[in-house]
């Protein structure tokens, strides 16, 4: 299977609380899970990724989980600002043969109210 | 800063017509993208052209056509464009199968 499943597709939190971001896969080969965030009229930009040989991984105040077991992951995002407003993408990337291919979530609104 | 150059950034064309947008990566990467994002935000990946191998979505209509000159240049013409077309079409590279996608600023089509 070729799916990734992102939930919630709206997220809105208060200023200073976390937020949580949700996503599953299909291939249990995939091995490499990218998040990227999309400001309004900007581009996605990968803000953390995990690979399969990690379970968690911090930068700052994003936390990425991977259970490779229950195929899913998610981003925490801790402390949120009005700046970590945005739309965030999962994505996991699957083997075809000799080409790999990276599988989009459809996409989290994060509103962060102040 | 962005690696990744597209141009226009908007381009306003009537049903029908053919359009063609245009992409540099100055990055040195192997590997080009264009993805389409319409109004509801959703990323939807419709070539991949590595080592001029071109992999394409099975659901991309064929009147989208990729051109590359090189690995850096990965153009997209679209041959008589219809209203469903209107989106943001962005273009990214990657060096390999597990790093960073690198995104541009997307072209944004708007088919009256």
Same mark, same amino acid.
């Given at each position: 299977?070729?799916?990734?499943?992102?939930?919630?597709?709206?997220?809105?939190?208060?200023?200073?609380?976390?937020?949580?971001?949700?996503?599953? %896969?299909?291939?249990?080969?995939?091995?490499?899970?990218?998040? %990227?965030?999309?400001? &309004?009229?900007?581009?996605?930009?990968?803000?953390? =990724?995990?690979?399969?040989?990690?379970? @968690?991984?911090?930068?700052?105040?994003?936390?990425?989980?991977?259970?490779?077991?229950?195929? @899913?992951?998610?981003?925490?995002?801790?402390?949120?600002?009005?700046?970590?407003?945005?739309?965030?993408?999962?994505?996991? @990337?699957?083997?075809?043969? =000799?080409?790999?291919?990276?599988?989009?979530?459809?996409?989290?609104?994060?509103?962060?109210? &102040? | #800063?962005? !690696?990744?150059?597209?141009?226009?950034?908007? *381009?306003?064309?009537?049903?029908?017509? #053919?359009?063609?947008?245009?992409?540099?990566?100055?990055?040195? *990467?192997?590997?080009? /993208?264009?993805?389409?994002?319409?109004?509801?935000?959703? $990323?939807?990946?419709?070539?991949?052209?590595?080592?001029?191998? $071109?992999?394409?979505? #099975?659901?991309?209509?064929?009147?989208?056509?990729?051109?590359?000159?090189?690995? !850096? *240049?990965?153009?997209?013409?679209?041959?008589?464009?219809?209203?469903?077309?209107? !989106?943001? /079409?962005?273009? !990214?590279?990657?060096?390999?199968? /597990?790093?960073?996608?690198?995104?541009?600023?997307?072209?944004?089509?708007?088919?009256?």
């Amino acid at each position: 299977g070729e799916q990734v499943e992102q939930l919630p597709s709206i997220l809105r939190v208060q200023e200073g609380s976390s937020a949580s971001i949700n996503c599953s %896969y299909e291939d249990s080969a995939s091995n490499y899970f990218p998040w %990227y965030k999309q400001e &309004p009229g900007e581009n996605p930009k990968l803000i953390i =990724d995990i690979r399969s040989n990690m379970e @968690r991984k911090q930068i700052q105040e994003l936390i990425v989980l991977l259970d490779k077991k229950a195929k @899913r992951f998610s981003l925490h995002i801790t402390d949120t600002q009005p700046g970590d407003s945005a739309m965030y993408f999962c994505a996991a @990337r699957s083997n075809v043969g =000799d080409n790999s291919k990276l599988i989009w979530g459809l996409g989290t609104s994060l509103v962060v109210n &102040p | #800063e962005t !690696a990744v150059f597209q141009t226009p950034n908007y *381009h306003v064309t009537q049903v029908g017509n #053919e359009v063609s947008f245009n992409c540099k990566q100055t990055l040195g *990467h192997d590997t080009m /993208y264009w993805y389409k994002q319409d109004s509801k935000k959703l $990323l939807k990946i419709m070539f991949s052209y590595n080592n001029k191998q $071109l992999i394409v979505n #099975e659901t991309v209509p064929r009147r989208f056509s990729p051109q590359s000159s090189d690995k !850096a *240049h990965l153009n997209l013409r679209i041959k008589s464009v219809e209203p469903e077309d209107s !989106a943001v /079409y962005l273009c !990214a590279s990657s060096r390999g199968r /597990y790093t960073e996608v690198f995104f541009g600023k997307g072209t944004r089509l708007t088919v009256v």
